[in-house]
């Protein structure tokens, strides 16, 4: 194998690119925010296609190969450098679809309009996803002509949507975006001022329950007391979802518990926004809780609201499910047991139907390795000599399954921008700047590092 030529930037000399080049990056975050790429049913996806056309403009100033890619569903975008003689080839992923906002009254800014407060920058996609793209652009540019390895840059259009079509490009395009290692810039850190690798994801399964309980509503005066209404009913059924203390109650499926860290319960719940005298639910420790352990919420109900409900028994009542699976979990298992357990414990004879949403498999990273080793000295320095923590994360990023079962050499590095108070897929998410500023600079010293490990392995 040939022998690199090009010097490898010193870590003062990425350092000084990386601080010359957070202006701009900061002001291109900015814009990106301000587009409302939802690539959910029922908004406009011609802010989609705009924010895909701004993250390809962004790659070509960085002097990437770009194209914008679909398969059946919302544009991605790929970028491509070659490697020099000798080097790896990194990909780097990230997502410029974010999630909707929800109740507008609840933001104290306009979600699509970035506003800096107290070191934070609030806006929709701030931190979820926009700025991992912004850590990727910010490498590139702080290193210009002088990048240590090929890069394939994958910035998916749907990722807050599910993905359906994701596995799809990632087979039509595999042979452009091989690699040897893989930057998925989509989780967070442990706290402010602690880096992580994330090691561990719950995998998810959404589904529907509807309940009926009459062919139509009736006078709740002359049949109540004796026949059910559809709201109660539900509400009945879905206590059936917990036992008493909170753990959930769903035969079959998977949990364990062996988390490596723990979870101080103040932080805990300061973080989380917990009401004074809530207590927490489940049992064993936090981390338990919320890494190897199912969960299970009720995102939403249908029913009529409260202020034009009539005095009526509701014939027919629908909630959104939506499980959290420990990894070794199996999503079509666990949609089995969930379904069974709805169907069997439906209260008074009530029709109760289920159906499937989407879903996504769990993972767990065997973080050791060389690669592993090169990101976490660049997370050492660009958080002044802190040790990053190895975590796992209860929320779900299905397609990183994906990319280990396509991809099965490469070592794939879980990163991200968030931390404990971005409130990312809530009201007023966030991106902490400072943070973001390590962030940056972690990504540009994990490909020097990258470079320098190939090269004495060779």
Excluded at 399 to 425: C, K, N, Y
């Amino acid at each position: 194998m040939p022998v690199m030529t090009t010097p490898i930037m010193s870590e003062s000399e990425v350092r000084a690119a990386v601080e010359r080049e957070l202006p701009g990056v900061r002001a291109d975050l900015e814009r990106l925010v301000h587009i409302p790429g939802i690539a959910f049913e029922g908004f406009d996806h011609s802010h989609v296609e705009r924010s895909a056309e701004a993250v390809a403009e962004l790659l070509r100033g960085c002097d990437l190969d770009v194209k914008i890619v679909r398969r059946g569903g919302q544009p991605a975008v790929i970028g491509r450098k070659a490697a020099p003689p000798g080097a790896p080839t990194v990909l780097l992923y990230a997502h410029h679809d974010v999630q909707p906002v929800g109740d507008r009254s609840l933001w104290e800014s306009d979600p699509f309009e970035p506003v800096e407060r107290d070191g934070r920058l609030y806006g929709r996609g701030a931190a979820d996803d926009k700025a991992g793209i912004m850590a990727h652009v910010a490498a590139l540019r702080a290193f210009g002509d002088r990048l240590p390895v090929g890069v394939v840059l994958f910035i998916e259009g749907e990722e807050e949507f599910g993905s359906d079509s994701l596995e799809q490009l990632l087979e039509e395009h595999r042979e452009e975006i091989a690699s040897d290692v893989i930057v998925i810039a989509d989780s967070g850190n442990w706290d402010i001022g602690v880096p992580a690798l994330t090691t561990s994801l719950r995998g998810i399964v959404n589904c529907f329950v509807e309940v009926r309980t009459l062919d139509h509503a009736v006078h709740s005066g002359m049949f109540g007391g004796a026949v059910p209404d559809a709201l109660t009913t539900l509400a009945k059924l879905l206590a059936t979802l917990h036992d008493d203390a909170g753990d959930v109650a769903v035969e079959g499926l998977v949990g364990r518990e062996g988390a490596s860290v723990d979870y101080p319960e103040d932080r805990f719940r300061a973080e989380a926004g917990l009401g004074t005298g809530v207590e927490l639910i489940g049992t064993g420790r936090i981390t338990d809780r919320l890494w190897t352990k199912p969960a299970l919420a009720v995102l939403g109900i249908d029913a009529p609201a409260t202020g034009e409900a009539p005095n009526a028994l509701v014939p027919a009542a629908k909630a959104k499910l939506s499980v959290r699976l420990a990894p070794g979990d199996d999503p079509k298992k666990a949609y089995a047991a969930l379904r069974a357990h709805l169907e069997e414990h439906a209260p008074w004879g009530a029709q109760v139907t289920v159906t499937f949403e989407h879903d996504g498999d769990p993972c767990v990273i065997d973080a050791t390795g060389p690669m592993f080793d090169a990101a976490r000295s660049a997370f050492r320095v660009a958080w002044d000599g802190t040790d990053p923590i190895d975590m796992g994360v209860g929320g779900s990023i299905p397609f990183i399954a994906t990319f280990q079962e396509m991809f099965p050499r490469a070592a794939i590095l879980v990163t991200g921008v968030e931390d404990p108070f971005s409130r990312a897929h809530g009201p007023n998410e966030s991106l902490h700047l400072g943070e973001f500023a390590r962030v940056c600079l972690a990504e540009a010293l994990l490909l020097a590092n990258v470079a320098e490990a190939a090269t004495n392995r060779s």
